[in-house]
């Protein structure tokens, strides 16, 4: 097969990690007998100092001629401490989400064996987690209406949520649920939203087309207790864009692996595929950054929009010795286990496949 | 010194775990010489079966002429899988916070040495975890505009704030960080939300007014991160509605000590105290529920709206005792420890004062 893929690497230790998963995908493919063609586009905080803006016209076209979109991460310390700035990497983030029509972010939290003492909780609470959350990602509070009134000393925001874009969302969780254990939790606020009310019964009503899968639905608060209570009760979940924003973070520090975990955000166009880390701006260019969430996505990718299974079990096997070998990079190395680098352990991996 | 307190029990476990904070604070008050009037009123789904609503204007009456509130719990199963239903308990409790302006809530967390090995997180996590939230409770998403639009397709909530709502949440946060460690921090969602960018924009106006305070600001997907990971790394938390609504939750289960988490509801009127545990239907009737949240909800009254320090010092002292000579009702024995009724550990608090 032949694909194109875009390549956006983004701020901080974005491209350090993207060269890893480049390299192992090179490697892949060659194994496999694919040829990508790797096209770069700038985004975040190094395309508002290029160009002026975090997610330029030129980097939407390669991403919608792409096959899939891999990613970095975004984010620049000279923009924190004013997120009133108006022109900040997260907006190139949100326009990028909304432009490619990524309606569905896709986050597993799970756990490595080896990694499981990584985790705040305790090894009993943690074992056997493997969960995914699908947040809604481009609509609700993010994108309602927002402003000022009585000259500014009022704030509003609007969340807002047609029955369509459940429906859509709702549909990605009833069928992932459907080839894992059958078992979905609909995470909403319908003791005090109307948009959750709406979530409710709109996924209730499409309960009658998926009679295998057993749907429970939680509220928020609740369910941000029992991700630390019992990680491993839970499923597929999904939720809204806020909540979905709060409790993957959440679950993504439970598993100890957190440097792990890939994503994919899925919608009407291109696919794109990302590490759930930030652009870790004090790691930049110390080649310490751990690569493998980054790898791990690249799998996801050629699993899920390529539909080359045989090509992500073998990038994941090759992730899974690396951890059981400890070739590791600095977050992993407990005690005085010893640190890989961001290359090293890149190179481990193509050596390894 | 005399008190009227208003005594809303309200539905599940509330009237068991009430009975005992009513027999602990009479004997404190005998002890000290103080003379307490309790005046028993409907909340919740009682209130609902007997007179139609969840929160009667009788009952409003009895908080607003009482010095302070004593509430247990409410909800019951039988509105659980219909929150769209016209009445249901919980808009009870919001008609309360809003009728009683009861705009701060101050929900604390902290360790109890001898329960620390209940917490779903590594000792070493927990240990030494003393933190407070104070939550905004009348505005924001719970209380803005809300409905349906183009024949019910579209749902939306409307989150508000003004700047003088933020002021005076904020300042009870500064004033409580001035009485503690001196560390605040503000949580809000500031790159996505217009309503964060406003309550950043007025607690960085009040930094000057309290130059001792250290002021940090973090995003809410952060914080749901950092509340597993280092917990103890936090003091003072302030924030809105339903952020505090998510955190506070799942702050409350990484102490391991849920059933002892006090919480007190201040603003324009009458200040309430209650347990943050729910109504607990299951456990309804079996004198089993643990009444220790109940309890410090009633040392946090006195020492709060009383001012009598000497009090809730001797009610928290009695707790401790019981906890390190094991009176403890099922939730915390863990292992094989000999587990006591509810009304047993109330009568060990009262024998032992
Ligand atoms: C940077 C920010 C706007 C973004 C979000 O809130 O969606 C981030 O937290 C994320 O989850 O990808
Ligand atoms: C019952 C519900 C409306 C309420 C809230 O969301 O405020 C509860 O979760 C709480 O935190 O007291």
Redesign the pocket.
Known sequence: MKFTIALLAGDGIGPEVINEAVKVSDAIAKKFNHEITWTPALTGACAIDAVGVPYPDETHEICMKADAVLFGAIGHPKYDNDPTSPVRPEQGLLLMRKKLGLFANIRPTFTFPSLIDNSPLKRERIEGTDLVFIRELTGGIYFGEKGRKDDGETAYDTCTYTRVEVQRLAKKGFELAMTRTKKLCCVD?A??METSRLWRETVQAMEKDYPEVEVSYE?V?AVAMRLVQWPNSYDVLITENLFGDILTDEASVISGSMGLMPSASVGEHTSLYEPIHGSYPQATGLNIANPLATVLSAAMMFEDTFGLKEEAAAIRAVVNKSLEQGIITEDLAIKDAKAYKTSEVGDWLVANL
């Open positions: 606020k003791n005090v509220f608060d």
